[in-house]
């Protein structure tokens, strides 16, 4: 499960950077990358909300412990 936080992680970086940049200067990174394939943009947006639900409900579900693992606890 680790593995699949740092990749949630990640992706949520990934959102953050571009909402930040958008709020900043009105520029979307993920689309200016991939003006030339909008639906891999769309499908980067799709990862980037599922990676956000994923680690609300793994801090919930585990505590709030996020990368470690419980045998380390």
Not at 4 to 26: C, D, M, P, Q, S
Not at 41 to 46: D, G, K, L, P, S
Request: proline letters at 1%; a positive charge.
């Amino acid at each position: 499960m680790i593995i699949a936080n740092y990749i949630a992680l990640i992706l949520l970086l990934i959102g953050g950077i571009n909402w930040g940049l958008v709020g900043l200067f009105r520029f979307n990174l993920i689309d200016w990358m991939f003006r030339w394939c909008p639906i891999i943009a769309r499908i980067i947006y799709v990862l980037v909300l599922l990676a956000t639900v994923y680690l609300i409900v793994s801090v919930c579900l585990d505590g709030g412990i996020l990368l470690t693992t419980k045998a380390g606890v």
